[in-house]
């Protein structure tokens, strides 16, 4: 009989500048969408794990928010979140922008790289915005800052190189078990997913006008079950979610609810569609919108949206 090949396993966190591509990786990897995105930078909040399974490797990838200085509480709980997952894995991805110069945003992160005694993969993204000539130029500036690993270019939005890096991540991966069932491709319950992705459409569609003063909060998921059958003559379920958007302004209330309430509507349309697949039901998404002053400074109210200090 054949031997069968070893399976190997562990955890990977990847770090980096704001907006360097994190979570377009994270969702590259797992096949769907585990990790809200937007031009806006530091859009993901807390440590979000995406479960990449194959029958020869199971590589629990953590993104964490974007590492930066911060000014309020609640990007206090960002940065710290993002460190600490560096003493929970296996290994550390660095993601750098092909787009930009190495910045004091990259020498902040690897100072602190430095003591962290892990593999640590250098992973130049977003080669798909330059000209090849410039990839070695970019790889100049980091060459020598760190005892990398590996080094990869790649283009998490494209896919370029992609799946080669996944291939070397398995390689040098220890054996190990697999922790979550092959089917499984993120740890988080699906309130949450549900709640970062109509984040995702608030940021998407209001852009600056409301930055980060938004949380959302999902107050119900249930499954009902409506009179009458399918087309197909399934039961005629869908599960009503209750959320409410949480800002700290009325006037960016104003703005999220837009006129006629149509800002309102395409948030939760567009949001809809995305959660839909993510359940594998139809939804029916009520949304309403709360303000609440200089929620981000007070830990009562991040606790109550989320942001724990138990995880970091």
């Known amino acids: ?19 360097v591509g994190k979570s377009t990786f994270l969702n590259r990897v797992v096949g769907q969408k585990v990790a809200i995105m937007s031009s806006t930078a530091q859009t993901t909040r807390n440590k979000i794990q995406g479960i990449y399974t194959t029958n020869q490797e199971q590589i629990v990838f953590i993104d964490t928010p974007g590492i930066f200085k911060p000014s309020s509480k609640l990007d206090e709980f960002m940065v710290n979140s993002a460190i600490s997952t560096l003493n929970e894995v296996d290994a550390v991805l660095f993601m750098v922008n092909a787009t930009q110069t190495r910045g004091a945003g ?15 993969y250098l992973v130049i993204n977003k080669i798909d915005q ?3 000539d410039k990839i070695m130029t970019i790889l100049a500036q980091y060459k020598d800052a760190l005892k990398w690993q590996e080094v990869y270019p790649i283009s998490a939005l494209q896919g370029n190189n992609v799946d080669e890096f996944l291939g070397q991540l398995s390689k040098d991966l220890p054996e190990g078990p697999q922790y979550y069932p092959e089917d499984q491709i993120t740890d988080h319950p699906e309130r949450f997913v549900v709640a970062e992705l109509v984040r995702e459409k608030v940021l998407q569609l209001t852009r600056d006008e409301v930055p ?5 909060e999902v107050e119900s998921m ?11 003559g399934a039961p005629n379920e869908l599960v009503h979610i209750a959320a409410t958007i949480v800002v700290d302004r009325t006037s960016q209330k104003g703005i999220i609810i837009g006129k006629g309430g149509k800002m309102l509507k395409e948030i939760g349309s567009r949001a809809r569609a995305d959660i839909e697949p993510l359940l594998g039901d139809r939804v029916y998404l009520e949304l309403w919108v709360k303000v609440v002053q200089h929620w981000r400074d ?3 109210a991040l606790r109550e949206y989320g942001y724990k200090s138990r995880d970091y």
């Not at 990259?106 to 640590?120: G, M, Q, S, T, V």
């Not at 980060?212 to 959302?216: F, K, L, N």
């Not at 249930?222 to 197909?232: L, M, Q, S, V």
Request: hydrophobic fraction near 35%; glycine fraction near 6%; avoid cysteine.
């Open 222 to 232: 249930k499954r009902e079950t409506r009179p009458g059958t399918r087309a197909d």
């Open 130 to 132: 330059i000209h090849p």
């Open 212 to 216: 980060h003063s938004v949380a959302v």
């Open 106 to 120: 990259d020498n902040y992160i690897i100072e602190r790289l430095k003591a962290i005694h892990k593999p640590i």
């Open 1 to 19: 009989m054949q031997e069968q090949p070893a399976f190997h396993s562990g955890f990977i966190a990847i770090v980096g500048r704001p907006n």
């Open 298 to 300: 007070k830990p009562s």
